[in-house]
């Protein structure tokens, strides 16, 4: 049986807010971001990749390409990324993968951290981190945005276009909070934050686990 924990957050201050995890045995994340109609807005685009100085051969670039963060992007940087790391999501030798961009007003994007396969690949680190951004294409809303983490064991992985689902695998946490992005709209200047704030990616937060399984997940509560 999982265990749900769900945090709604208003977000007045700054800061940030952390869940920790022990290590479940899992051996993928599944990171969900979530809006509804008429709510958050229309079309989000997310950001997700390893960190800057994690010490993977895949790690991130903060810049206007956003290089190594798996989402949308415009032609001027090659499109939409999905998968980093030695392989693609259906050779199963990936460390993240993105199901697909959701141009909706309604919808989700998910996101895959194939955990124990980024942990053989990388005997010598110990620790990983995971950051997640987003902006709004179209428009801006409330902001509003639900994000999931949730620890997987087992099964087979499927995408559905814009989301993954796994069948025949044990769900066996999920760590979720309500947050706000009211950065947009267009693709800006990505993660390039030399640039003027309105015109980048908003960092929502990160995930991070360590080579034994345990791990937190630490979300950004400015507005």
Same mark, same amino acid.
């Given at each position: 049986?999982?265990?749900?924990?769900?945090?709604?957050?208003? #977000?007045? &201050?700054?800061?940030?807010?952390?869940?920790?995890?022990?290590? $479940?045995? #899992?051996?993928?994340?599944?990171?969900?971001?979530?809006?509804? $109609?008429?709510?958050?807005?229309?079309?989000?685009?997310?950001?997700?990749?390893?960190?800057?100085?994690?010490?993977?051969?895949?790690?991130?670039?903060?810049?206007?390409?956003?290089?190594?963060?798996?989402?949308?992007?415009?032609?001027?940087?090659?499109?939409?990324?999905?998968?980093?790391?030695?392989?693609?999501?259906?050779?199963?030798?990936?460390?993240?993968?993105?199901?697909?961009?959701?141009?909706?007003?309604?919808?989700?994007?998910?996101?895959?951290?194939?955990?124990?396969?980024?942990?053989?690949?990388?005997?010598?680190?110990?620790?990983?981190?995971? $950051? =997640?951004?987003?902006?709004?294409?179209?428009?801006? *809303?409330?902001?509003?945005?639900?994000?999931?983490?949730? =620890?997987?064991?087992? &099964?087979?992985?499927?995408?559905? &276009?814009?989301?993954?689902?796994?069948?025949?695998?044990?769900? #066996?946490?999920?760590?979720?909070?309500?947050?706000?992005?009211?950065?947009?709209?267009?693709?800006?200047?990505?993660?390039?934050?030399?640039?003027?704030?309105?015109?980048?990616?908003?960092?929502?937060?990160? =995930?991070?686990?360590?080579?034994?399984?345990? *791990?937190?997940?630490?979300?950004? =509560?400015?507005?």
């Amino acid at each position: 049986m999982s265990n749900i924990n769900f945090f709604r957050i208003l #977000q007045s &201050g700054g800061g940030e807010s952390t869940v920790t995890f022990p290590d $479940q045995s #899992q051996d993928t994340f599944r990171i969900t971001y979530t809006w509804t $109609q008429g709510d958050g807005g229309n079309d989000l685009d997310t950001l997700t990749g390893i960190a800057p100085g994690t010490g993977t051969s895949y790690d991130g670039t903060l810049n206007a390409g956003s290089s190594n963060f798996t989402g949308f992007k415009t032609s001027t940087y090659g499109g939409k990324l999905f998968s980093v790391g030695p392989g693609n999501f259906a050779s199963g030798n990936y460390f993240l993968a993105w199901a697909g961009d959701n141009t909706s007003g309604a919808g989700v994007e998910d996101i895959l951290v194939n955990q124990d396969y980024m942990i053989s690949q990388n005997s010598a680190l110990t620790e990983f981190e995971i $950051q =997640l951004y987003s902006r709004w294409y179209t428009t801006i *809303g409330t902001g509003g945005i639900d994000i999931a983490v949730e =620890l997987w064991t087992g &099964g087979t992985w499927s995408d559905e &276009g814009t989301y993954f689902e796994n069948s025949g695998g044990t769900l #066996q946490d999920t760590i979720s909070f309500s947050l706000n992005c009211l950065k947009g709209t267009g693709y800006g200047n990505g993660l390039d934050f030399s640039q003027a704030s309105s015109t980048t990616y908003k960092y929502m937060g990160k =995930l991070i686990f360590e080579s034994n399984g345990s *791990g937190y997940v630490s979300v950004n =509560l400015t507005q």
